[in-house]
């Protein structure tokens, strides 16, 4: 069972950006000239980027904590933003929003979130009808080819991942354990939190697990095209790059026909 991200925490350990991401999605939103739509857009680290670069944006999410959090952020802002926001406590395997967009986004993987085969493709089927003909489906994605390499040799060794200092000199380290499910191709990832003083004790431990889907390219390709698109484009990077082997990241783009 998935443990719920805690707001603050995730914050503090998620840097604003990420290899590129959120300006990929600000220029893909800039262009598509009409409204986004983010899929589990959490506490807005990639939706309140593009308001303030004048996005017409719609945030969903399934966690309520987490959109609080974005609406308290985006309260927060100093200026007033050039773009509007619309906050959404849905699901994104079963949302109906009554409108169309030019763009829909789903940053950071989350997509994964998707367990089942059934739950990809309702995830995609509502994409699908919530997109203008001709609009666009973004979204990134693990790439197992490259992960593979780095955790399945030692399943479920613990690794130090990065640490944020806090104010008076307190510190949060994080450490990760993954193990992979081939037959089901699941992973199972257990991130650990640990908050110590100035001087190195741990005050306190929290331990964060989670179940993902994970596909790959020639995956991703024949479930957006059983759910309806086409002009599918994968890549490796959020440069664009070719995908290849050593490739961090997939980075995919597809379009709901015209027509359609």
Request: net charge negative; hydrophobic share 40%; glycine share 8%.
């Amino acid at each position: 069972m998935d443990t719920p991200y805690l707001p603050e925490l995730y914050d503090l350990m998620t840097p604003v950006e990420l290899s590129g991401d959120v300006a990929w999605y600000r220029r893909l939103a800039l262009q598509a000239c009409g409204p986004v739509l983010e899929l589990a857009a959490g506490t807005g680290r990639v939706a309140l980027e593009l308001v303030r670069a004048g996005i017409d944006l719609c945030a969903l999410d399934r966690d309520p904590r987490m959109l609080a959090r974005l609406t308290q952020k985006h309260a927060a802002l100093g200026e007033t933003p050039a773009g509007g926001l619309e906050v959404v406590a849905l699901d994104m395997r079963d949302f109906e929003l009554g409108r169309r967009f030019a763009l829909v986004i789903c940053p950071l993987r989350s997509f994964q979130h998707n367990l089942e085969h059934d739950e990809q493709l309702a995830c995609l089927g509502a994409v699908r009808r919530h997109l203008e003909p001709g609009g666009e489906f973004a979204l990134d994605l693990s790439h197992p080819v490259r992960d593979f390499s780095r955790f399945a040799g030692d399943p479920g060794l613990w690794r130090w991942v990065d640490e944020r200092e806090l104010p008076g000199g307190e510190r949060v380290l994080r450490s990760e354990s993954v193990r992979y499910d081939f037959e089901r191709k699941r992973m199972h990832s257990r991130a650990r939190f640990e908050h110590c003083d100035a001087s190195g004790n741990l005050l306190h431990t929290h331990l964060r697990a989670l179940e993902l889907s994970y596909l790959g390219a020639s995956d991703a390709e024949q479930l957006l095209a059983e759910a309806g698109f086409d002009d599918v484009r994968a890549y490796g990077g959020f440069d664009e790059s070719p995908l290849g082997e050593d490739s961090e990241v997939q980075v995919i783009r597809a379009r709901r026909p015209t027509g359609s």
